[in-house]
């Protein structure tokens, strides 16, 4: 048994800022289990998480409820923490069509927000009471505008606030991480140029870009037994981004 040793599920672990999670927990004792559309890419991410358990993987669209409901039986009876980190953003709308901008739209939605609320809603029922965690990643978009995709990561905030008042009064705490802009993922699908980076730090007040550590060491704080007098919150975690320079 590690030193910690709790149930945590992480959507979207096989990769990037979720990866980064898994191993936190992992590095903790806690038993991980992670979870995406991708299963050669999970395999390979709960290989290389160093822990005392072994990953476990399940591989889910998590926008698909049927999907969810049908995968329910592989994840665990009892979730102490879970981290609702899955979520991509798609392309801009390209000739401006109400079609394709209702598409685009549908798209984000699907994408950023089921996730997050089918998981939860699925796990609602093992979620340790008291003690239990769940931290959800927005996005700076939600605070400074993105189109769809930063609305959606705002409809996070407020769904939270919701999930917060329901799971109160069982000892649980619902709380939000909220990201500026993260070097080394695949969420803007090819590496992002050097002038990309560049053009982000300076956006920064302390002059660099975040690392997916960054924001697990976030999620961890917010997940652990230190943090219980918190909850319906959202925390940044931008390097200063949100003031600008
Ligand atoms: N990188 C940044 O600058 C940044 C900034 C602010 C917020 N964020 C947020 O941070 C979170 C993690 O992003 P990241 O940067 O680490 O990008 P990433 O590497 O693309 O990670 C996203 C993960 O979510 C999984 N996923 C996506 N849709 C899914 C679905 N329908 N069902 C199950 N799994 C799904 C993906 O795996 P599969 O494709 O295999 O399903 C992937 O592992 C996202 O919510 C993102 O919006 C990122």
Known sequence: MGASDRSVVISGGGTGIGRAIAAKFAGQGDRVTILGRRADVLRAAARVIAGTHPVKVVTVDLSVPEDVEEKLGELPERVDVLVNNA?????????????????????????????????????????????GRVVTLSSLAALRGNGAYG???????????????????????????????????????????????????????????????????????????????????????????MLGR
């Open 87 to 131: 979520g991509s953003r798609g392309a801009p709308v390209r000739d401006g069509g109400l079609k394709e901008v209702a598409e685009r739209w549908r798209r984000d939605f699907d994408a950023n927000v089921l996730p997050a609320v089918l998981l939860t809603e699925a796990l609602l029922p093992r979620l340790t009471r008291p003690g």
């Open 151 to 241: 609305a959606m990561k705002a409809a996070l905030l407020a769904w939270n606030h919701t999930l917060a008042q329901q799971l109160g009064p069982h000892g649980v705490t619902a709380n939000v991480v909220v990201p500026g802009f993260v070097a080394g993922t695949e969420f803007f699908g090819e590496p992002v140029d050097e002038k990309e980076i560049a053009r982000r730090q300076a956006q920064t007040l302390v002059g660099e870009v975040g690392e997916p550590d960054d924001i697990a060491a976030a999620v961890a704080f917010l997940a652990s037994p230190e943090a219980r007098y918190i909850t319906g919150e959202f925390l940044n975690s931008n390097g200063g981004a």
